[in-house]
DNA sequence: ACAAAATTTTACCATATGGTCAAAGATTAC
DNA sequence: GTAATCTTTGACCATATGGTAAAATTTTGT
């Protein structure tokens, strides 16, 4: 009995019911850009619009026209971000050789934190200060882990992998994978020259594979 | 030919060069402890002065006439933190067993993120933000780890732990036990129940040992 | 072409925030 | 005890910040 779907003679504020434009859909993108690299570097509170819409090349009235709040903004990032952060999770096969499936996981890890940095500095404020905005999408978090949990453990009882907490292993891999990327800034300078180009990511890989394909390997 | 060490006729503002009074240190402990928990978890940006002041039971100009800016007040703590952090590396001994030091080095850092996690979450922010207040620092820990990876590289050399990246060495021990204290939030929620008191430490020690002494033990 | 809708701008506002100042109140040294 | 010094407070200030209102401009559907 409420408005349909599609009918409503607009809402003035435009991300309400309607489809969205050309415009909408382009400026959109060009805020959540902007605001990625604001939001990454600063946090929430040490973000500020002004700073998200000069990065945008719009006026601060103009940004609030397409995202109502700051808080606005952050969310849908947030949102957009988790899911391209789980699939690596979600992509380990319990029917795969086990070694090699930890090894592809976390090989697709460093991958994004090689090319989605701002993404998980992004992530890592959030939780850094305490998750407040983001309780609910941790608990989708939960039952996947808990879900692949059971796989790790399965190859552990059928003598396919060392035996370990699955959990703890998780969040190893989560640590040096995003460590890559949040704690870049650290790694540059203790790296010097040799942290200059990409390669700290192959040196990287090729350690991790030889630290957890022989720390994982069943003892004979 | 400037006024000497000790002599000068007082400086109004307290942290001159003369001697601290008693007051002078109950307070300035007072503020920095209170401190420390407002920027660990809202970051540089994300503290005030005002919520600082709050929490140490002073008011704010009371607060000013012991630290004249709030990025003093943070410089302190980062000093502070620094020497801390950096022990357990300073400790990694060249005579010692290869496996035992590694395995005391990660014991230790782990002890730190379990004593002392508004102290990681800290540093954790700071360097998240591209480290801007404290990039000289960071050369002195660069200086400790060229000297520290030397050992791992003749430990490798020796066969006496299994061939590997020293500084991604070290770079995963760093990831993996700070993760304990930064990402807390998040690995609570993911442990559930059994994330509820300090196990996850003991446990997580448990994992580490073994990836570890397995991962790097020499190959035959 | 032109009305309706969507977009952008200009001018604001209330509050928060880092920091100052001068005077009042406590301590300390002698 | 008292002068000199140190500590605390209350009243401020300039600027930054999140957000709003309404008019002006542009785009879109027909």
Redesign the interface.
């Known amino acids: 009995m409420t408005a349909p779907k599609t009918a409503s003679p607009s809402k003035s504020r435009s991300q309400a019911t309607r489809k969205r434009t050309r415009i909408q859909r382009e400026k959109q993108d060009l805020i959540l850009e902007a605001a990625l690299d604001v939001f990454s570097?600063?946090?929430?509170?040490?973000a500020t619009i002004d700073q998200i819409a000069d990065k945008a090349g719009l006026s601060k009235p103009n940004l609030l026209y397409y995202f109502r709040t700051k808080e606005a903004i952050h969310r849908q990032l947030i949102d957009r971000l988790l899911d391209n952060w789980l699939e690596p999770l979600r992509k380990i096969d319990p029917n795969g050789d086990p070694l090699s499936e930890i090894q592809s996981y976390i090989r697709r890890k460093l991958e994004l934190a090689r090319d989605f940095p701002r993404e998980s500095?992004l992530f890592?404020?959030e939780?850094?200060?305490?998750?407040p905005r983001i309780?609910e999408e941790?608990?989708d978090?939960?039952d996947l882990?808990d879900e692949k949990s059971k796989i790790i453990a399965s190859w552990t009882r059928d003598g396919r992998i060392?035996?370990?907490?699955p959990?703890?292993?998780?969040?190893?891999i989560?640590?040096?994978t995003?460590?890559?990327a949040?704690?870049d800034?650290?790694?540059r300078?203790?790296?010097?020259r040799a942290g200059e180009g990409e390669g700290r990511f192959e040196?990287?890989a090729?350690?991790?594979d030889?630290?957890?394909v022989?720390?994982?390997?069943p003892?004979t």
């Open positions: 570097s600063h946090g929430f509170r040490g500095r890592a404020n939780i850094l200060q305490g998750a309780r941790l608990h978090l939960r882990v060392a035996p370990c907490d959990k703890h292993l998780f969040f190893s989560w640590a040096i995003q460590h890559y949040d704690f800034a650290q790694i300078v203790v790296l010097g040196d990287a090729r350690f991790l030889q630290l957890y022989s720390g994982l390997r003892q």
